[in-house]
């Protein structure tokens, strides 16, 4: 505290920064989802308000309000309203896209930029209607968001005086005034901080009559107190406790007073609180001398600039901070789940729709190799409702091929394989929401007995409100024949379907084509959930123009028979080589991605990588019906085949006598394979096929005859 009659420099206490973790969050959302790879400046708002402890001084915050909307079309200044607990004030945010280029900022043309900013809002006038602008600060960062670790620096550009404001006089405001003026200016201060329109005013005029009454007013009625011999001080809400410095707003504020009204001798009034009132004990009175030196009048020369703000260890550099262990596992999980779908937007894909894979209903039948891998890489595509279907327990030979379980789910006989799964997905990623389902498919060629035909219907009834309530199925068991029965079903309510089978060798993925309804109207009606009504509404004017897509029955001649009677170990087993899975797997959610994302979606015409008519290019690439491989060969080809009008799963004829008769068709068509056979006109195919005889040429001819190929 200075004495009386001495003078020295004025020293400011620094402005302090507290960033809340909402800040963080919302920045990293808005770089997701909204900013990518631009990196321009962005306007933001920090808030402070007087200090209100004897022994803490505030801080200038930055919330999760403090950054723009990401519903905002362009990033611009939003008008906030402050409150008596925090004042608005404007700022600018550089967030780099990497590590180096933080490090590599040019911070003092930074911060020189921003002290031309205050210069300028003081030569303007734009001071006297918001002086708010005298405390705009600069924050500079850098997010990782692999890491959840943030790197920031905050900077409060504060314009020199030259020479420096010396201090004539410093001590409370309850000695400086007396005791009547104490209580008016006590009582003006709250009222001041009790109106509205003035309780985030940071800057403003405390003048005191003659007769001890104290007014408080704006900076513009400066030049009227003066005229009426007012006392009059230059308030502001200072966030420093300290009893012998001022805080870091006063620098500035004295600039602009030496600019604007060129006194010399300046009367400054330090307002704090304590317990939301006026406390002239903790409150400062000061009195300044400014050299009004022609550098100050001169409207091209900018004075130099300080404000970077010392770190915790007192040195003037960056800060770190690390969310990671303070979020939620949960939470973080999902964070660091969508952060490389998120990425694809910023420049490979920016149409991705990340809403409509996660809301994508999946049913996955078969929790074996294939489901296995079908649902890890679901998940990693953003998909987050999954249902697993299988009647299997693990085995100890599982394992190894079926990456969702460990020995511990093959002790004591083995776990319920779907139940397991689900276990597992949610121990990988414990947002997903999946179920598990335990029930055997009925097959067709494989006969019920009577005493067991009510839990059989009842199954065929449980699958067929699954498939109903799901939006996309995986068809991924091991035996041809239990595909039919899901096969039929997605037909008849018009889902889309993916199929992986997998040989030796060798492996097949395709998607089915749509149902052989004949208006979208019907489809509408099918429909159980949005996303599916949102499939069935699309266009049928290729699935008209042109022949379906087949399913997975499509080229046989003869119904789905039990394929695993009479059969020796090796194939009853799924023998295949332990690449295969992951291959087909991966394709077959490729294939469920690119149909989300097709305009046509199920109605999508078959497309190859030499096609000219695919409608133009898809941001993922084309939509092929079927994809065949060979890891011996090393060799994948794309094939289309269209619908069979004797297919035994989706032809009309079939999906109509289901319409017709229900459950009693399925139970026939389980019971009688040939039943099958003889509605779709298999049987006489195959008896017009065997009585058909070819007879053939033996005389040779000219070589003109033949063609060559």
Known sequence: MADQGTESILQFAPFQSAVDEGFWHRLSSLKLNKLGIDDSPIPITGFYAPCSHPHVSNHLTLVSESLPSESSEHFRPEIIRGNRNRCP????????????????????????????????????????EDNSVLLRFLLISFADLKNWSFHYWFAFPALILDPP??????????????IEEAE????????????????????????????SAATISHLVEFDACQKNGDKVLFGFYDPCHLPNNPGWPLRNYLWYI????????????????????????????????????????NDQNMPNAVGWEQN??????PRCISLAKTMDPTRLAISAADLNLKLMR???LPSLDLNVLSSTRCLLLGAGTLGCQVARMLMAWGVRKITLLDSGKVAMSNPLRQSLYTLDDCLNGGELKAEAAVKSLKKIFPAVEAESVIMAIPMPGHPVPSQEENSVLEDCRRLHKLIDSHDAVFLLTDTRESRWLPSLLCANANKVTITAALGFDSFLVMRHGAGP???????????????????GALSLKDNIKGQRLGCYFCNDVV??????????????????????????????????????????????????????????EQPLGILPHQIRGSISQFSQMTLAGHASASCTACSSTVVEEYEKRGLDFILEAINHPTYLEDITGLTELMKSAASFQIGWDDETGDEDDFVEI
């Open 89 to 128: 004030v404007p700022g600018v945010l550089y967030n780099t896209n990497t590590l180096e280029g933080f490090q590599s900022l040019d911070k003092q043309s930074l911060l020189r930029a921003e002290a031309r900013k205050i210069w300028e809002d003081i030569r303007s006038g734009k001071v006297d």
């Open 165 to 178: 404001a010396t201090l004539v006089d410093l001590k409370p405001a309850a000695q400086w005034f007396s």
């Open 184 to 211: 008016s200016v006590t009582a003006a201060c709250n009222d001041w901080r009790n109106m509205c329109s003035t309780t985030d005013v940071p800057f403003f005029l405390v003048s005191i009559s003659s007769n």
């Open 258 to 297: 030496s600019r604007r009204w060129s006194l010399e001798k300046v009367h400054f009034f330090c307002y704090r609180e304590s317990r939301g009132f006026a406390n002239l004990e903790l409150s400062l009175v000061g009195e300044v001398s400014i050299s009004n030196s022609q550098d100050s009048k």
């Open 312 to 317: 915790n260890r007192g040195r003037k550099a």
């Open 346 to 348: 910023w420049r490979q």
């Open 517 to 535: 309804l004949s208006s979208s109207h019907e489809i509408k009606a099918k429909a159980t959930n949005d996303l599916s009504a949102e499939i």
């Open 559 to 616: 119904a789905p028979v039990d394929s695993t009677a009479n059969r020796t170990l090796d194939q009853q087993c799924t023998v295949t080589r332990p690449g295969l899975a992951p291959i087909a797997s991966s394709l077959a959610v490729e294939l469920l991605v690119g149909i989300l994302h097709h305009p046509s979606g199920i109605f999508a015409k078959a497309e190859f990588a030499s096609s000219i008519d695919t409608g133009g």
